[in-house]
């Protein structure tokens, strides 16, 4: 995929259904996706990441899907 527009045509459907969300969280999910990978080819090609053999800094690999972290709840009063 190439844009925004393309996955979400290729995901649409199978989000919408799979999870029983309506229309915006669908679209909302698709574009959080596309901004995260475009974050990383961005980082990746201003060096952000650090060389891969250097110990202690982050690497990342573009072909490597990103993994999306569990909301916490928020504490109780």
């Not at 029983?20 to 995260?36: G, T």
Request: glycine share 6%; hydrophobic share 40%; no cysteine.
């Amino acid at each position: 995929m190439k844009d925004r527009n393309g996955l979400q045509k290729a995901m649409y459907a199978d989000l919408k259904a799979t999870f029983a969300l309506s229309a915006q969280p669908v679209v909302r999910a698709v574009m959080k996706v596309v901004d995260a990978y475009a974050t990383l080819k961005t980082n990746l090609r201003a060096g952000n990441l650090g060389p891969p053999t250097r110990s202690g800094t982050a690497s990342a690999s573009p072909s490597a899907p990103i993994g999306v972290a569990p909301q916490s709840r928020p504490r109780e009063r």
